[in-house]
């Protein structure tokens, strides 16, 4: 259950800025510790795992904290909130949002030494220039932690497009990010009580208001791959009488079946959009707390690949089966291609989830 707003405003924004204060604070003594304790009982890599984690957490907590007081300051200045959704504003919002992804995304590389490879196709100038005139739909997977916060982080900054994102509501735990997404357009979902109907309502509101620098962000797994999620979503279209969906579902083993809903509502609502396809591998193992703290990765290439479909090659005028049929085609093909680019084993999710 997500406390009410006024709560998380008044407990966990304050509570995150005495524990980043404590934590820093405290770092230079925990260092000592951590070495000392590592020397007697632990392994060298166990040592500078933690010591990477206590960074990047200092770090994080800190952009979170001074996001939380910009936010305050354009809330004042804003006439205590009054003027808060006109234009200035909301670029100012984008700003925030931008500064402190970049912040968090250079903590990652310096602590993790993790390097991001997006695999775009090259365009001259006028191609470029066309394609940021349009609005985006971006339907991406979704497996571990942080993905979406690369995938924004790289849509604020190497694009310049303001995203809309449909996320979960327990983001809002987060203080910073709280503030900051509640100010600009983004929908958060809680699955225990949102029905169907206001679902749609929400993404059809989010793609019908994008302008040409707008980019909607959805995730149509609904979750990060589990095995349990996995076995469940082919369950699902068993039973809803969709076994030709059903087989299709097996045989992608590191993805979700994507449902449809979301997208084909965003899509249909920004007839104007183009739809951009994202893979990414590197990330996918992390599935619990406890793969964070056994398997994150430390000097790795975490490889990402856009599909651009422009705006006249989106099936909108077919009907939902041929549609249907589209997404799983695309779907099929991101399954391979994380396949053929995990930089480990490259054995697939599911394999890996049997064990």
């Known amino acids: 259950m997500l406390p009410p707003r006024l709560i998380r405003r008044l407990v966990l924004a304050p509570l995150t800025f005495v524990i980043a204060v404590a934590l820093a604070l405290l770092f230079p003594l925990l260092a000592v510790l951590i070495w000392i304790f590592g020397l007697l009982r632990r392994p060298r890599p166990r040592r500078k795992r933690v010591l990477r984690l206590l960074f990047f957490a200092l770090v994080w907590l800190f952009a979170d904290t ?18 808060l959704r006109t234009e200035p504003y909301q670029a100012r919002h984008y700003a925030i949002m931008r500064w402190f992804l970049g912040r968090v995304y250079g903590a990652a590389t310096r602590a993790f030494g993790l390097r991001v490879e997006i695999d775009e196709p090259e365009l001259t100038g006028t191609e470029l220039a066309a394609r940021l005139a349009r609005p985006v739909i971006v339907l991406s997977r979704h497996a571990g932690p942080g993905d979406s916060f690369l995938l924004v982080h790289h849509l604020l900054s190497l694009y310049g497009r303001r995203p809309r994102v449909v996320m979960k509501a327990t983001l809002q ?6 503030v900051v997404a509640n100010r600009v357009p983004n929908v958060f979902i809680q699955h225990a009580k949102t029905g169907g109907r206001l679902f749609v309502e929400q993404i059809e509101r989010l793609a019908s208001g994008l302008d040409n620098s707008g980019a909607l962000v959805i995730f149509p797994e609904g979750g990060n791959w589990t095995p349990g999620r996995w076995e469940r979503g082919i369950m699902r279209l068993e039973q809803l009488g969709r076994r030709d969906l059903a087989a299709r579902a097996r045989e992608m083993p590191n993805l979700l079946a994507p449902r449809s809903g979301g997208a084909f509502t965003a899509i ?6 183009d739809v951009i396809f994202v893979a990414h591998a590197g990330l996918d ?30 099936p909108r005028d077919l009907d939902h089966e041929a549609q249907l049929r589209w997404l799983y085609d695309w779907w099929q093909r991101i399954d391979a291609w994380i396949s053929a680019n995990r930089p480990e084993d490259g054995e697939p999710l599911a394999a890996a989830g049997d064990r």
Do not use: H, N, Y
């Not at 735990?173 to 709280?178: F, K, S, W």
């Not at 249909?268 to 959009?273: E, G, K, L, Q, Y």
């Open 285 to 314: 193992r992390l599935v619990s707390v406890g793969d964070v703290w056994r398997k994150l990765p430390v000097d790795q290439t975490i490889r990402a690949k856009w599909w651009r479909v422009p705006v006249d090659e989106v």
């Open 268 to 273: 249909s609502a920004c007839p104007s959009a």
């Open 66 to 83: 001074a996001a939380v007081f910009m936010c305050l300051g354009l809330w004042i200045a804003s006439g205590f909130g009054g003027r």
């Open 173 to 178: 735990l987060d203080p910073g990010l709280d």
